[in-house]
């Protein structure tokens, strides 16, 4: 049983930086290819960024540029490094699994505002 937690969030202002961070219970990122999603209020979840086993990185094209994705396999630990945040940005930050195989842990809310 894997338990994923998510932690990092904030309220920063535009512009600023936050690295969130997702960790799980037991090793499965050096198995399996990991995601960040997010989730706009009265929206569905939506993928912002993924890694494959191999090390791939691949983003959506709103965040390409400004998040970075990365993992650590001996911590069992995935990230997610985000600059030059927007207002848009505001969300709560999930990861999992890119086949999603694993329950969702709470999210960790992140506010970008001025």
């Known amino acids: 049983q894997v338990q994923l937690v998510e932690s990092g969030g904030g309220l920063v202002q535009p512009g600023g930086s936050l690295r969130l961070s997702c960790a799980a219970s037991?090793?499965?990122?050096?198995?399996?290819?990991g995601g960040w999603y997010r989730q706009f209020p009265g929206k569905q979840r939506e993928l912002v960024a993924s890694?494959?086993?191999?090390?791939?990185?691949v983003y959506a094209p709103s965040v390409k540029g400004r998040f970075t994705i990365s993992r650590d396999n001996a911590k069992n630990a995935m990230f997610l490094e985000m600059n030059s945040l927007k207002p848009e940005d505001t969300a709560v930050y999930y990861c999992?699994?890119?086949?999603?195989?694993?329950?969702w842990g709470q999210g960790t809310q992140v506010t970008v505002s001025s």
């Open positions: 037991r090793s499965i990122f050096k198995f399996n290819a």
């Open positions: 890694i494959t086993i191999g090390g791939n990185t």
């Open positions: 999992n699994t890119l086949s999603n195989d694993l329950n």
